[in-house]
Protein backbone atom coordinates (compact mmCIF):
# COMPACT_ATOMS: atom_id res chain seq x y z
CA UNK A 1 0.00 0.00 0.00
CA UNK A 2 1.00 3.59 -0.59
CA UNK A 3 1.37 5.29 2.61
CA UNK A 4 0.65 8.45 0.64
CA UNK A 5 -0.77 10.33 -2.06
CA UNK A 6 -0.85 14.11 -3.65
CA UNK A 7 -3.28 15.39 -6.17
CA UNK A 8 -1.03 17.85 -8.38
CA UNK A 9 -4.04 20.66 -9.44
CA UNK A 10 -1.68 21.73 -12.33
CA UNK A 11 -2.15 18.37 -14.69
CA UNK A 12 -4.42 18.48 -17.24
CA UNK A 13 -8.23 17.73 -17.19
CA UNK A 14 -7.79 14.06 -17.66
CA UNK A 15 -5.12 13.80 -15.57
CA UNK A 16 -7.31 15.15 -12.52
CA UNK A 17 -9.70 12.75 -13.38
CA UNK A 18 -7.48 9.43 -13.19
CA UNK A 19 -5.41 11.09 -10.05
CA UNK A 20 -8.84 11.93 -8.27
CA UNK A 21 -9.43 7.74 -9.16
CA UNK A 22 -6.49 6.73 -7.93
CA UNK A 23 -6.64 8.41 -4.42
CA UNK A 24 -10.55 6.99 -4.51
CA UNK A 25 -8.51 3.23 -4.54
CA UNK A 26 -6.16 4.56 -2.30
CA UNK A 27 -8.73 5.49 0.32
CA UNK A 28 -10.51 2.47 0.21
CA UNK A 29 -7.74 0.08 0.69
CA UNK A 30 -6.36 2.10 3.59
CA UNK A 31 -10.23 1.75 5.08
CA UNK A 32 -10.01 -2.50 4.07
CA UNK A 33 -6.37 -2.60 5.63
CA UNK A 34 -7.66 -0.92 9.18
CA UNK A 35 -7.22 2.61 9.21
CA UNK A 36 -9.60 5.81 8.96
CA UNK A 37 -8.12 7.79 6.03
CA UNK A 38 -7.03 11.28 6.40
CA UNK A 39 -7.97 13.65 3.80
CA UNK A 40 -5.81 17.17 4.27
CA UNK A 41 -6.80 19.86 1.18
CA UNK A 42 -4.51 23.17 0.84
CA UNK A 43 -6.19 26.16 -0.02
CA UNK A 44 -3.94 28.82 -1.47
CA UNK A 45 -7.01 31.49 -1.69
CA UNK A 46 -7.95 30.94 1.64
CA UNK A 47 -6.49 33.80 3.64
CA UNK A 48 -7.97 32.55 7.29
CA UNK A 49 -7.67 28.61 6.76
CA UNK A 50 -5.20 27.69 3.86
CA UNK A 51 -5.30 24.50 5.62
CA UNK A 52 -8.33 22.22 6.52
CA UNK A 53 -8.41 18.54 7.34
CA UNK A 54 -10.52 15.26 8.26
CA UNK A 55 -10.74 11.66 8.96
CA UNK A 56 -13.23 9.50 6.88
CA UNK A 57 -14.55 5.75 6.96
CA UNK A 58 -15.63 3.59 4.58
CA UNK A 59 -14.60 5.97 1.55
CA UNK A 60 -16.57 3.56 -0.94
CA UNK A 61 -20.40 4.19 0.62
CA UNK A 62 -19.73 8.07 -1.07
CA UNK A 63 -17.49 7.52 -3.70
CA UNK A 64 -19.33 9.29 -6.21
CA UNK A 65 -19.28 12.67 -3.47
CA UNK A 66 -15.22 12.24 -3.11
CA UNK A 67 -14.94 12.46 -7.30
CA UNK A 68 -16.65 15.13 -7.26
CA UNK A 69 -16.22 17.48 -4.25
CA UNK A 70 -12.12 16.61 -4.88
CA UNK A 71 -12.41 17.28 -8.55
CA UNK A 72 -13.81 20.67 -7.86
CA UNK A 73 -11.41 21.37 -5.23
CA UNK A 74 -8.91 19.75 -7.32
CA UNK A 75 -9.97 22.52 -10.26
CA UNK A 76 -9.72 25.80 -8.13
CA UNK A 77 -6.17 24.80 -7.49
CA UNK A 78 -5.91 23.06 -4.03
CA UNK A 79 -3.78 20.67 -3.47
CA UNK A 80 -5.24 17.35 -1.61
CA UNK A 81 -2.95 15.13 0.01
CA UNK A 82 -4.38 11.31 1.04
CA UNK A 83 -2.71 9.67 3.51
CA UNK A 84 -3.83 7.21 6.50
CA UNK A 85 -4.73 7.95 9.94
CA UNK A 86 -5.56 6.01 13.33
CA UNK A 87 -6.27 2.58 13.35
CA UNK A 88 -10.13 2.61 12.92
CA UNK A 89 -12.02 2.02 16.60
CA UNK A 90 -14.37 -1.12 17.67
CA UNK A 91 -18.03 -0.10 16.96
CA UNK A 92 -18.68 -2.53 20.67
CA UNK A 93 -15.32 -0.36 21.82
CA UNK A 94 -16.78 1.21 25.80
CA UNK A 95 -15.21 4.50 24.12
CA UNK A 96 -17.34 4.89 21.22
CA UNK A 97 -19.91 6.87 22.22
CA UNK A 98 -17.96 9.13 24.17
CA UNK A 99 -15.96 9.31 20.80
CA UNK A 100 -19.34 10.07 18.92
CA UNK A 101 -21.48 12.17 21.18
CA UNK A 102 -22.75 15.45 19.67
CA UNK A 103 -23.77 17.61 22.35
CA UNK A 104 -21.32 20.12 21.90
CA UNK A 105 -20.60 19.41 18.18
CA UNK A 106 -20.10 22.25 16.34
CA UNK A 107 -21.33 21.89 12.55
CA UNK A 108 -19.76 25.00 11.17
CA UNK A 109 -16.53 24.27 12.45
CA UNK A 110 -14.35 24.57 9.57
CA UNK A 111 -13.15 21.12 8.67
CA UNK A 112 -13.23 18.84 5.13
CA UNK A 113 -16.23 16.69 6.38
CA UNK A 114 -19.10 16.98 8.36
CA UNK A 115 -19.19 14.27 10.35
CA UNK A 116 -16.19 11.66 12.29
CA UNK A 117 -15.07 8.62 10.61
CA UNK A 118 -16.50 7.32 14.31
CA UNK A 119 -19.75 8.36 13.13
CA UNK A 120 -19.61 7.87 9.77
CA UNK A 121 -18.96 4.04 10.39
CA UNK A 122 -21.60 3.73 12.89
CA UNK A 123 -24.12 5.50 11.00
CA UNK A 124 -23.46 2.96 7.66
CA UNK A 125 -23.37 -0.02 9.74
CA UNK A 126 -27.19 1.54 11.02
CA UNK A 127 -28.51 2.43 7.95
CA UNK A 128 -27.77 -0.89 6.72
CA UNK A 129 -29.50 -2.99 9.66
CA UNK A 130 -32.55 -0.80 9.89
CA UNK A 131 -32.70 -1.03 5.02
CA UNK A 132 -31.27 -4.08 4.80
CA UNK A 133 -29.42 -2.68 2.06
CA UNK A 134 -25.19 -1.89 1.54
CA UNK A 135 -25.00 1.79 1.57
CA UNK A 136 -22.68 1.85 -1.31
CA UNK A 137 -26.45 0.80 -3.33
CA UNK A 138 -27.85 4.29 -1.97
CA UNK A 139 -28.23 6.82 -4.74
CA UNK A 140 -28.22 10.64 -4.61
CA UNK A 141 -31.89 11.51 -4.43
CA UNK A 142 -33.81 10.03 -1.79
CA UNK A 143 -37.10 9.87 -1.15
CA UNK A 144 -38.86 9.01 2.29
CA UNK A 145 -42.04 7.29 2.61
CA UNK A 146 -44.41 5.35 5.51
CA UNK A 147 -46.31 3.44 3.07
CA UNK A 148 -45.74 -0.09 1.68
CA UNK A 149 -48.01 0.80 -1.75
CA UNK A 150 -45.40 3.71 -2.74
CA UNK A 151 -42.76 1.04 -2.70
CA UNK A 152 -45.39 -1.51 -4.97
CA UNK A 153 -45.62 1.93 -7.07
CA UNK A 154 -41.60 2.30 -7.30
CA UNK A 155 -41.15 -1.19 -8.14
CA UNK A 156 -43.76 -0.77 -11.36
CA UNK A 157 -42.17 2.67 -12.09
CA UNK A 158 -38.31 0.94 -12.19
CA UNK A 159 -38.78 -3.19 -13.00
CA UNK A 160 -35.27 -4.34 -12.03
CA UNK A 161 -34.90 -2.55 -9.07
CA UNK A 162 -32.40 -3.20 -6.23
CA UNK A 163 -33.82 -3.71 -2.20
CA UNK A 164 -33.93 -5.05 1.03
CA UNK A 165 -31.85 -8.71 1.39
CA UNK A 166 -34.79 -9.41 3.94
CA UNK A 167 -38.36 -9.26 4.50
CA UNK A 168 -38.42 -8.87 7.95
CA UNK A 169 -36.05 -5.33 7.69
CA UNK A 170 -37.62 -2.04 10.08
CA UNK A 171 -37.36 0.37 6.96
CA UNK A 172 -37.26 -1.46 3.62
CA UNK A 173 -35.65 0.21 0.62
CA UNK A 174 -35.34 -0.21 -2.95
CA UNK A 175 -32.78 1.37 -5.23
CA UNK A 176 -33.18 2.50 -8.91
CA UNK A 177 -29.58 2.56 -9.35
CA UNK A 178 -27.96 4.81 -11.97
CA UNK A 179 -24.28 5.28 -13.47
CA UNK A 180 -22.12 7.28 -10.32
CA UNK A 181 -25.44 7.00 -8.02
CA UNK A 182 -27.32 9.27 -10.14
CA UNK A 183 -30.49 7.31 -9.33
CA UNK A 184 -33.20 7.15 -6.89
CA UNK A 185 -33.47 5.48 -3.61
CA UNK A 186 -36.77 5.06 -1.98
CA UNK A 187 -37.33 4.12 1.81
CA UNK A 188 -40.18 3.37 3.34
CA UNK A 189 -39.67 4.96 7.35
CA UNK A 190 -42.69 3.63 9.06
CA UNK A 191 -44.73 6.29 11.03
CA UNK A 192 -43.90 9.30 13.09
CA UNK A 193 -40.95 11.78 13.90
CA UNK A 194 -38.61 10.01 15.39
CA UNK A 195 -38.48 7.25 12.91
CA UNK A 196 -37.58 10.21 10.27
CA UNK A 197 -35.36 11.23 12.57
CA UNK A 198 -33.74 8.15 13.07
CA UNK A 199 -33.04 7.06 9.38
CA UNK A 200 -31.90 11.03 8.20
CA UNK A 201 -29.18 11.37 10.69
CA UNK A 202 -27.80 8.28 9.32
CA UNK A 203 -28.61 9.08 5.87
CA UNK A 204 -26.63 12.20 6.08
CA UNK A 205 -23.40 10.69 6.44
CA UNK A 206 -24.08 9.61 2.60
CA UNK A 207 -24.31 12.99 1.70
CA UNK A 208 -27.41 12.59 -0.61
CA UNK A 209 -27.92 15.90 -3.20
CA UNK A 210 -31.83 15.77 -1.89
CA UNK A 211 -34.46 13.90 0.17
CA UNK A 212 -38.05 14.06 -0.21
CA UNK A 213 -40.74 13.22 2.06
CA UNK A 214 -43.57 11.61 0.35
CA UNK A 215 -46.62 10.90 2.45
CA UNK A 216 -50.10 11.36 3.31
CA UNK A 217 -51.59 14.58 5.26
CA UNK A 218 -54.59 15.68 6.54
CA UNK A 219 -56.33 18.79 4.58
CA UNK A 220 -57.46 21.53 7.35
CA UNK A 221 -58.95 23.94 4.53
CA UNK A 222 -62.25 23.93 3.42
CA UNK A 223 -60.99 24.36 0.09
CA UNK A 224 -59.35 21.28 -0.13
CA UNK A 225 -60.39 17.98 -1.90
CA UNK A 226 -59.20 14.42 -0.66
CA UNK A 227 -56.69 13.47 -3.50
CA UNK A 228 -54.94 17.57 -3.67
CA UNK A 229 -51.20 17.64 -3.35
CA UNK A 230 -49.74 20.05 -0.67
CA UNK A 231 -46.44 21.66 -1.24
CA UNK A 232 -44.96 23.14 2.07
CA UNK A 233 -43.49 26.43 2.19
CA UNK A 234 -42.50 26.18 5.71
CA UNK A 235 -43.30 24.00 9.05
CA UNK A 236 -45.08 24.27 12.14
CA UNK A 237 -42.72 22.11 14.19
CA UNK A 238 -45.11 20.36 16.67
CA UNK A 239 -43.00 16.79 16.54
CA UNK A 240 -40.79 19.00 19.25
CA UNK A 241 -37.84 15.90 18.77
CA UNK A 242 -35.26 18.05 17.18
CA UNK A 243 -35.86 21.62 19.54
CA UNK A 244 -32.96 20.63 21.81
CA UNK A 245 -30.54 20.24 18.69
CA UNK A 246 -31.92 23.34 16.57
CA UNK A 247 -34.48 25.92 18.57
CA UNK A 248 -38.43 25.66 17.08
CA UNK A 249 -37.65 29.38 16.37
CA UNK A 250 -34.90 29.24 13.78
CA UNK A 251 -36.92 29.07 10.53
CA UNK A 252 -36.99 25.85 7.81
CA UNK A 253 -37.90 26.25 4.57
CA UNK A 254 -37.82 23.17 2.09
CA UNK A 255 -35.29 23.70 -0.91
CA UNK A 256 -36.82 26.84 -3.30
CA UNK A 257 -35.68 24.52 -6.11
CA UNK A 258 -36.90 21.22 -5.58
CA UNK A 259 -40.35 22.72 -4.57
CA UNK A 260 -40.13 24.47 -7.86
CA UNK A 261 -39.64 21.18 -10.05
CA UNK A 262 -42.64 19.81 -8.18
CA UNK A 263 -44.81 22.60 -8.71
CA UNK A 264 -43.58 22.58 -12.57
CA UNK A 265 -44.55 18.81 -12.40
CA UNK A 266 -47.90 19.51 -11.16
CA UNK A 267 -48.49 22.01 -13.46
CA UNK A 268 -47.70 20.13 -16.33
CA UNK A 269 -49.77 17.08 -15.38
CA UNK A 270 -52.48 19.11 -14.63
CA UNK A 271 -53.17 18.13 -10.80
CA UNK A 272 -54.85 20.38 -8.26
CA UNK A 273 -52.25 21.35 -5.43
CA UNK A 274 -51.81 23.87 -2.86
CA UNK A 275 -48.29 25.68 -1.04
CA UNK A 276 -48.70 26.28 2.70
CA UNK A 277 -47.43 25.76 5.95
CA UNK A 278 -47.22 21.88 7.00
CA UNK A 279 -48.28 21.22 10.25
CA UNK A 280 -46.21 18.21 11.83
CA UNK A 281 -47.36 16.51 15.13
CA UNK A 282 -46.35 13.47 17.16
CA UNK A 283 -49.48 12.87 18.27
CA UNK A 284 -51.40 10.67 15.66
CA UNK A 285 -54.46 11.06 17.47
CA UNK A 286 -54.31 14.64 17.48
CA UNK A 287 -58.21 15.34 16.36
CA UNK A 288 -59.01 13.76 19.83
CA UNK A 289 -57.44 17.39 21.32
CA UNK A 290 -58.57 19.52 18.15
CA UNK A 291 -59.19 22.89 20.02
CA UNK A 292 -55.95 22.80 21.13
CA UNK A 293 -54.85 21.97 17.89
CA UNK A 294 -56.86 24.34 16.14
CA UNK A 295 -55.14 27.10 17.81
CA UNK A 296 -51.76 26.23 16.51
CA UNK A 297 -53.24 25.66 12.97
CA UNK A 298 -54.80 29.01 12.83
CA UNK A 299 -51.47 31.09 14.38
CA UNK A 300 -49.03 28.80 11.85
CA UNK A 301 -51.68 29.26 8.54
CA UNK A 302 -51.00 25.48 8.08
CA UNK A 303 -53.24 23.87 5.33
CA UNK A 304 -51.96 20.27 6.21
CA UNK A 305 -50.51 17.72 9.11
CA UNK A 306 -48.73 15.24 8.76
CA UNK A 307 -46.36 12.99 11.23
CA UNK A 308 -42.69 13.30 9.68
CA UNK A 309 -42.28 16.54 7.21
CA UNK A 310 -40.73 19.35 9.41
CA UNK A 311 -38.69 16.50 11.58
CA UNK A 312 -36.96 15.46 7.82
CA UNK A 313 -36.59 19.42 6.81
CA UNK A 314 -35.39 20.16 9.87
CA UNK A 315 -32.38 17.63 10.02
CA UNK A 316 -32.13 18.26 5.94
CA UNK A 317 -31.44 22.03 7.83
CA UNK A 318 -29.35 20.52 10.35
CA UNK A 319 -26.89 18.09 8.04
CA UNK A 320 -26.83 20.48 4.56
CA UNK A 321 -29.21 18.47 2.34
CA UNK A 322 -31.94 20.28 0.25
CA UNK A 323 -35.10 19.04 1.36
CA UNK A 324 -38.64 19.52 0.20
CA UNK A 325 -41.97 17.43 0.79
CA UNK A 326 -44.65 16.18 -1.34
CA UNK A 327 -48.09 15.25 0.30
CA UNK A 328 -51.72 14.38 -0.85
CA UNK A 329 -54.38 15.02 0.91
CA UNK A 330 -55.82 11.37 2.28
CA UNK A 331 -58.60 12.54 4.78
CA UNK A 332 -60.33 16.07 6.33
CA UNK A 333 -61.17 15.28 9.51
CA UNK A 334 -62.25 19.17 10.50
CA UNK A 335 -64.31 18.59 7.78
CA UNK A 336 -66.31 15.13 8.42
CA UNK A 337 -63.90 13.25 6.33
CA UNK A 338 -61.93 11.02 8.82
CA UNK A 339 -59.66 8.24 7.44
CA UNK A 340 -62.01 5.15 7.54
CA UNK A 341 -60.73 1.86 6.17
CA UNK A 342 -62.58 1.74 2.92
CA UNK A 343 -62.60 5.12 1.61
CA UNK A 344 -59.07 4.82 2.63
CA UNK A 345 -58.21 1.98 0.59
CA UNK A 346 -59.83 3.24 -2.53
CA UNK A 347 -57.99 6.64 -1.95
CA UNK A 348 -54.36 4.61 -1.86
CA UNK A 349 -55.41 2.28 -4.97
CA UNK A 350 -56.28 5.60 -6.58
CA UNK A 351 -53.03 7.97 -5.92
CA UNK A 352 -50.16 5.94 -5.15
CA UNK A 353 -48.62 5.93 -9.00
CA UNK A 354 -49.67 9.65 -9.46
CA UNK A 355 -48.21 10.38 -6.28
CA UNK A 356 -44.45 8.59 -7.40
CA UNK A 357 -44.72 9.78 -10.87
CA UNK A 358 -44.67 13.22 -9.57
CA UNK A 359 -41.86 13.03 -7.20
CA UNK A 360 -39.80 10.88 -9.72
CA UNK A 361 -40.39 13.31 -12.73
CA UNK A 362 -39.53 16.29 -10.52
CA UNK A 363 -36.55 14.68 -9.68
CA UNK A 364 -35.60 13.86 -13.01
CA UNK A 365 -35.94 17.54 -14.02
CA UNK A 366 -33.65 18.11 -11.20
CA UNK A 367 -31.04 15.79 -12.57
CA UNK A 368 -30.71 17.65 -15.91
CA UNK A 369 -30.76 20.76 -14.78
CA UNK A 370 -28.08 20.12 -11.51
CA UNK A 371 -26.08 17.17 -12.69
CA UNK A 372 -23.53 18.14 -9.90
CA UNK A 373 -26.03 18.36 -7.21
CA UNK A 374 -28.28 21.09 -5.41
CA UNK A 375 -26.77 24.26 -4.89
CA UNK A 376 -26.99 24.51 -0.86
CA UNK A 377 -25.76 27.67 -0.08
CA UNK A 378 -28.28 29.10 1.93
CA UNK A 379 -28.37 26.04 4.38
CA UNK A 380 -24.96 26.69 5.11
CA UNK A 381 -23.01 29.06 7.46
CA UNK A 382 -21.27 31.74 6.01
CA UNK A 383 -17.85 30.18 7.70
CA UNK A 384 -18.13 26.31 6.77
CA UNK A 385 -15.50 25.40 4.87
CA UNK A 386 -16.78 21.27 4.26
CA UNK A 387 -15.79 19.21 0.75
CA UNK A 388 -17.69 22.19 -1.38
CA UNK A 389 -15.95 23.54 -4.42
CA UNK A 390 -17.90 26.09 -7.18
CA UNK A 391 -20.48 24.44 -9.49
CA UNK A 392 -19.22 22.63 -12.54
CA UNK A 393 -19.37 19.97 -14.93
CA UNK A 394 -17.66 16.71 -13.68
CA UNK A 395 -15.77 14.24 -15.83
CA UNK A 396 -16.35 10.61 -16.67
CA UNK A 397 -14.78 8.56 -14.43
Not at 307 to 318: D, H, I, K, L, Q
Not at 330 to 344: T, V
Request: charged share 25%; with cysteine; aromatic share 6%.
Amino acid sequence: MKPKMQIDPSESEDSLCKQIESACELMEEIYAQGHYVRVTVIRHWSKHNPEISGKIARPKAFRWYLRRELLKLARRGAVITIEPSRPRVDLNAATLLKTIDESDFDLTRKKVFMFGPERCELSIKRLEHYTGTMAEDFQRYVLLTNYHMHMEAFAETFPGCSGSTATNVQMPTLHHVAADNRGISIVNIGVGPSNAKNLTDHLAVLRPDAMMMVGHCAGVRNHQDVGDFVLASGYMRADRILDEALPPSVPITPSFLLNRALATTLDELELPYRIGAVYTTLDRNWELTVSRTQQHLRASRSIAVDMESATVAANGFRYRIPSATLLCVSDKPLHGQPKLPNEAKQFYGDTKKQHLKVATQALESIKTQYPNGLPNSDIRAPEEALLEGPDGLGCSF
